[in-house]
């Protein structure tokens, strides 16, 4: 059964500081990864979508690379601002269906 | 760009009433819809994978008598909470994929407060 974790559960970074989320997966047989952003009591808004075949995926400031073999995705946040503040989810997609998520990072930049 | 309309974004309702909510996808047609439940602090987790035009999909330990899933027409999915307890207070969230662009959009959540 897949699972995914994200580390560390909660970051606070005060501005302008680069930042790394982890995030871990047990079954390589994926389809793709995403990773989200979560505002509180919102809904998703996805920020990078990385297929199986790839390696990243980069937005603006944001970079998400995947190494499918280790399990493992990590997204980069370059010059964090106040409005970065949300929770990061991590999810991952097999056979193309249902994603499967993990429990997210709640990131904190302060100003 | 697509959109997935999800109404209500937040309800309140007596414990023992039935709470419905909708899914809408309004620019593409979607086959296949996806009901999460979100508790605090915790992972999405996936309750029940909807097919329009057949019966929904189950994950293990929820309850299709409780929580009843129609997926009647290629841009509507519902959710209709039954008898609803304290405990069913969460945060719901549907998907609903895009079957000409492979890719899956989300609604922007229910809220749920059983009192």
């Known amino acids: 059964k897949q699972e995914v974790t994200q580390i560390p559960a909660a970051l606070s970074v005060p501005e302008g500081e680069n930042l790394v989320l982890n995030c871990s997966f047990t079954?390589?047989?994926?389809?793709?990864l995403q990773w989200f952003r979560q505002d509180p009591g919102k809904g998703l808004t996805s920020l990078l979508l990385?297929?199986?075949?790839?390696r990243e995926q980069t937005s603006g400031r944001l970079n998400a690379s995947l190494d499918k073999s280790s399990g493992r995705s990590t997204l980069y946040i370059a010059a964090s601002q106040p409005g970065d503040s949300a929770t990061y989810l991590c999810?991952?997609?097999?056979?193309?269906?249902?994603?499967?998520f993990g429990k997210g990072t709640t990131l904190s930049v302060s100003s | 760009g697509a959109v997935v309309s999800q109404h209500p974004s937040r309800v309140i309702c007596k414990s023992g009433t039935s709470v419905k909510i909708e899914c809408r996808s309004l620019?593409?047609?979607?086959?296949?819809m996806f009901w999460y439940r979100q508790f605090p602090k915790q992972s999405l987790m996936l309750m029940a994978t909807?097919?329009?035009?057949?019966?929904?999909?189950?994950e293990q330990g929820v309850e299709k008598d409780k929580f009843l899933i129609n997926h009647a027409s290629l841009t509507l999915s519902t959710l209709t909470v039954t008898s609803a307890h304290p405990e069913d207070s969460s945060f719901y969230i549907c998907?609903?994929?895009?079957?000409?662009?492979?890719?899956?959009?989300f609604g922007s959540g229910t809220q749920l407060s059983v009192l």
């Open positions: 998907s609903a994929k895009d079957i000409l662009r492979e890719k899956l959009f």
């Open positions: 079954d390589s047989a994926i389809y793709n």
């Open positions: 990385i297929q199986s075949s790839q």
């Open positions: 999810a991952v997609s097999q056979a193309g269906t249902a994603l499967i």
């Open positions: 620019d593409f047609q979607a086959t296949t």
């Open positions: 909807s097919n329009e035009g057949s019966k929904a999909t189950y």
